[in-house]
């Protein structure tokens, strides 16, 4: 079973171009969508994700996260924590004051991309030169490929390394339920 929840997060960051590869898969038209593309690479995935073309992809830590949404951030920014994950996930924990736009959706061949994120995120977020988006998911595998996916877009994105699984085990501030 653990083999198999990998292969979906492999598959996943793979279809987003981050994660080493020596072959490559069929991109769902999705992915294309979202303007993904896959790409043989052969380095280890380290603190930073490397997305398409060679690009680093920023990632903080929890606390590093915690700090920016409180005002740590020096920038006149909106700072937004954009929760990727689907809505059962995000009714069940979720960081005070995120917002909800799902990346990726089960399906019956394991984690695809929502056709549409990109466009819901342009429609909340049309100025991209006045957003901060701190990108978390459970882990911080389909956060790392959003990202990419809004970095390559043009806006200020930032994963957040270790998910909701992390800041909770970090003690740091949750909520549960219906958003109001």
Not at 26 to 40: C, D, E, F, N
Not at 136 to 160: E, F, H, P, Q, V
Not at 166 to 180: D, K
Request: glycine letters at 12%; one cysteine or more; hydrophobic letters at 45%.
């Amino acid at each position: 079973m653990a083999l198999r929840r990998f292969g979906v997060a492999a598959r996943a960051m793979i279809l987003a171009g981050i994660a080493p590869v020596a072959h490559s898969f069929h991109v769902p038209r999705a992915a294309v969508s979202w303007g993904l593309r896959t790409q043989a690479v052969s380095a280890p995935i380290t603190k930073r994700f490397m997305g398409g073309g060679g690009s680093e992809i920023p990632q903080v830590t929890v606390g590093e996260a915690q700090s920016i949404l409180e005002g740590g951030d020096d920038s006149a920014k909106t700072v937004v924590y954009l929760d990727v994950r689907t809505e059962p996930e995000f009714q069940q924990i979720r960081v005070p004051g995120s917002v909800l736009v799902t990346a990726f959706e089960a399906g019956p061949a394991g984690m695809t991309p929502v056709p549409d994120f990109m466009e819901k995120v342009a429609e909340m977020y049309p100025d991209k030169s006045a957003v901060k988006l701190l990108v978390g998911c459970k882990s911080g595998m389909r956060s790392a490929a959003a990202t990419s996916a809004l970095a390559g877009a043009g806006y200020d994105a930032t994963n957040i390394a270790g998910g909701i699984t992390e800041w909770a085990a970090s003690e740091l501030p949750t909520e549960t339920g219906s958003q109001a």
